[in-house]
Nanobody, 123 residues
Framework: QVHLVESGGGVVQAGGSLRLSCAVS????????LGWFRQAPGKGREFVAA???????YYPDSVKGRFTIARDNAKNTVYLQMNSLKPEDTAIYSCAAGKYGSSWYNAYEYRYWGQGVQVTVSS
C-alpha cells in the first residue's frame, strides 16, 4: 500500500521560511517523479514544484527563485524549501508521485497523493 505523508507546515510571517517534507512508502521511490501542489480556499489546485527521476526540477513563475524541491532517494523523502514566503502562498500543500508521464506540472500525471499540510503566511 502506498503512503505519502507530508509534514512541516505551520504559520509563518511574510518573508519567513518553511521546509515541507513528504515521506513516501510502498513504491520504488527512485523510479517516480515527485511533485508539490497547493490549493487555497476557493481556488483550484496549483502546481508548485516537481522533480523528475533524473533530478530535473520544474517550477512555475510564481515560486521560481523562492522555492526549491529536492529528493533523497535513500530516505524515500521529497522536500520543499520555501523562502521569502508571501500571504498569497497560504494554502494546503500536497505531495504527489507519478511514474509514467513527462508533463510534471500537470496533476493528472500523478497517481498517488498525500493528504496535505496547511501553510499559513501572515502579513
Amino acid at each position: 500500500q502506498v503512503h505519502l505523508v507530508e509534514s512541516g507546515g505551520g504559520v509563518v510571517q511574510a518573508g519567513g521560511s518553511l521546509r515541507l517534507s513528504c515521506a513516501v512508502s510502498g513504491l520504488t521511490f527512485a523510479t517516480y517523479a515527485l511533485g508539490w501542489f497547493r490549493q487555497a480556499p476557493g481556488k483550484g489546485r496549483e502546481f508548485v514544484a516537481a522533480i523528475a527521476r533524473g533530478g530535473e526540477t520544474y517550477y512555475p513563475d510564481s515560486v521560481k527563485g523562492r522555492f526549491t524541491i529536492a529528493r533523497d532517494n535513500a530516505k524515500n523523502t521529497v522536500y520543499l524549501q520555501m523562502n521569502s514566503l508571501k500571504p498569497e502562498d497560504t494554502a494546503i500543500y500536497s505531495c504527489a508521485a507519478g511514474k509514467y508521464g513527462s508533463s510534471w506540472y500537470n496533476a493528472y500525471e500523478y497517481r498517488y497523493w498525500g493528504q496535505g499540510v496547511q501553510v499559513t503566511v501572515s502579513s
